[in-house]
């Protein structure tokens, strides 16, 4: 069974103290890994989607990188506005989208 | 291009009613999932609708149903709401693999 793993639960930072958040996944035959981001009482927001191992994308302050058992999320000299619950998921050829349980992010000024 | 939208917002509903919750994909985009969210069990998969054809569906039980029109709306019913269906409904539409989600509608059974 596809199952999606994210640490830590939450993470409190300063602003410009630079972190890491891991998703970690087993799936049978990766289609993709996507990253949200959500606002409280919002709908998550599309951040990236990884295909294969060894894929880094960038976005602003943010940099997600893939292997074949985990994902990181980088956070480069955060910002409060970046605080936020990050969301990995993962999807399987065939399969519907499994998501993890989310990094609640706190950015404190 | 306007976002996914999603009506209403907010419901409160009694243990024992039915309820219908719609969404408007963006334009374009054929396919429609749609997906519980709890503090507790997180968020978790209902359906997908492509074409007006259930293409994939969630564990959830048969109280929770779902349809797509040709102009590729959707509507989700849940009959026979318990205490723990009070959750935020969301919807996602897309045209491959990315998914991009409306704002939700927040559902409250009391």
């Known amino acids: 069974e596809d199952q999606v793993t994210q640490s830590p639960e939450a993470l409190r930072l300063q602003e410009g103290e630079s972190s890491s958040l891991n998703c970690s996944y087993t799936?049978?035959?990766?289609?993709?890994l996507f990253w949200y981001r959500q606002d409280p009482g919002k709908g998550p927001e599309f951040l990236f989607t990884?295909?294969?191992a060894g894929e880094e994308k960038e976005k602003e302050r943010l940099k997600a990188t893939l292997t074949k058992k985990e994902s990181f999320l980088h956070i480069t000299a955060p910002k409060p506005e970046d605080s936020a619950t990050y969301l990995c998921?993962?999807?399987?050829?065939?399969?519907?989208?499994?998501f993890g349980a989310g990094t609640r992010l706190t950015v404190k000024p | 291009k306007a976002g996914v939208t999603q009506t209403p917002r907010y419901l409160i509903k009694t243990r024992g009613q039915q309820v219908t919750l719609s969404c408007s994909p963006i334009?374009?985009?054929?396919?429609v999932s749609w997906y519980q969210q709890t503090p507790g069990q997180g968020l978790q998969f209902l359906f997908e609708y492509f074409s007006e054809t259930q293409r994939n569906k969630g564990n959830f039980p048969g109280r929770f149903s779902g349809r797509q029109f040709s102009n590729s709306r959707s509507e989700m019913n849940v009959s026979t709401l318990e205490l723990g269906d009070s959750a935020l409904y969301l919807c996602a539409s897309s045209t491959g693999n990315e998914q991009y989600f409306g704002p939700g509608t927040r559902l409250t059974v009391t």
């Open positions: 334009s374009g985009h054929r396919s």
């Open positions: 990884l295909y294969s």
């Open positions: 998921a993962v999807q399987a050829y065939g399969n519907d989208m499994r």
């Open positions: 799936v049978s035959g990766l289609r993709g």
